[in-house]
């Protein structure tokens, strides 16, 4: 029983590279999200997917986008990557609200330059 | 609009008994929950209050007083493994579920 995943764990992209964070759980949690937390700062709330096949924006979700792939795999895409996005991103699932136990990935750890 | 505010850094003694105090604004409230989280790891599922009290597991409790938009971590018999960041968090009884909002952690540390 691995939890939550999160590939890559670390990455270095250029300006205006794209690339996809991967994200699976393994416990059958019907609610997924991805935040972000940049440097001393709490989490913050990019794309949230109540179930498969819904997302939702969530507090800042310019310059992203999801894909809820099936039950276990939410990944989260970055276009055209820009230095404002470099940051810690962590994946985390949940049993349905309003319960918010949520279970977190390691993290992948993201520079842009 | 939603918010929390909760001390950004406090500093104990080992052995001790240290409180976390964190105030909230939503325009709604279901729950307020703590997650705790190591230098370089991620966040791990603490405690979750959604009714007035106290709610215990171990040597760490939490408190939530929902008429006073308040609520706190309570540490007991603190241990060095203890330091960490320590977040509260709500989720707003919005139109939106995806209304989830972090702290910004207090960054608790230990004295021998």
């Known amino acids: 029983n691995a939890g939550v995943t999160q590939t890559p764990k670390f990455q270095v992209l250029k300006t205006g590279q794209s690339m996809t964070l991967q994200c699976a759980q393994d416990?059958?949690?019907?609610?997924m999200y991805w935040y972000r937390q940049d440097p001393g700062m709490g989490l913050r709330l990019i794309y949230y997917s109540a179930s498969e096949g819904t997302t939702d924006k969530g507090e800042v979700p310019n310059g992203y986008n999801v894909s809820r792939l099936n039950k276990r795999e939410f990944s989260l895409r970055l276009e055209s990557a820009a230095p404002s996005q470099t940051s810690v991103y962590f994946c985390a699932s949940s049993v349905a609200p309003p319960r918010d136990e949520q279970y977190f990935g390691p993290g992948t750890r993201l520079t842009v330059t | 609009g939603q918010s929390l505010e909760q001390p950004s850094e406090v500093t104990a003694v080992e052995g001790a008994i240290v409180q976390i105090n964190c105030t909230y604004q939503t325009s709604g409230f279901y729950g307020l929950s703590w997650y705790q989280q190591h230098d370089g790891g991620a966040p791990t599922f603490l405690s979750y209050n959604a009714l007035d009290g106290l709610e215990e597991t171990g040597r760490f409790s939490s408190f939530l007083s929902r008429s006073d938009s308040y609520g706190y971590l309570l540490l007991q018999e603190l241990q060095m493994k203890d330091s960490a960041s320590y977040f509260c968090?709500?989720?707003?009884?919005?139109?939106?579920?995806?209304?989830?909002?972090f702290g910004s952690g207090t960054r608790l540390s230990i004295r021998p």
């Open positions: 416990m059958n949690h019907n609610s």
């Open positions: 968090a709500v989720r707003d009884r919005g139109s939106s579920a995806s209304k989830i909002i």
